[in-house]
């Protein structure tokens, strides 16, 4: 019912930038929260960065200073803006939301998207 679809991921050299966006799209009620994770190959997953509907905002110590979380409430749409990349930034991110959904909204759910690819290497 819910599809978020990351994009502006890719290749970098280090001290580069990028900006990743989400959309969320489907019968959402309400979007509770939302957030940035990453995996990096034989790694878990961590929290990037979060930011709340009133827009509260949280970093990973090794991403302060360095990324900004926000979001576009009129399009369902957060962004990452990701400055002074270094090679350990190199992962896949995901976009995480909690929703209320249209027609059930006194339930909440978590979505994931599918991933973007960046690489920061010289």
């Known amino acids: 019912q819910v599809q978020l679809v990351e994009s502006g991921g890719g290749l970098v050299q280090p001290g580069g930038s990028l900006r990743l966006s989400c959309a969320a799209s489907g019968k959402i009620f309400s979007i509770n929260a939302m957030g940035w994770y990453r995996q990096a190959p034989g790694k878990e997953r961590e929290l990037v960065a979060t930011?709340?509907?009133?827009?509260?905002?949280d970093y990973a110590d090794s991403v302060k200073g360095r990324f900004t979380i926000s979001r576009a409430d009129a399009k369902n749409t957060m962004y990452l803006q990701l400055n002074s990349l270094k090679p350990e930034d190199t992962a896949v991110y995901y976009c995480?939301?909690?929703?209320?959904?249209?027609?059930?909204?006194?339930?909440?759910?978590?979505?994931w998207g599918q991933g973007t690819q960046v690489t920061v290497s010289s």
């Open positions: 995480n939301a909690n929703v209320s959904l249209t027609g059930s909204y006194l339930r909440k759910y978590n979505y």
């Open positions: 930011i709340t509907s009133g827009g509260r905002t």
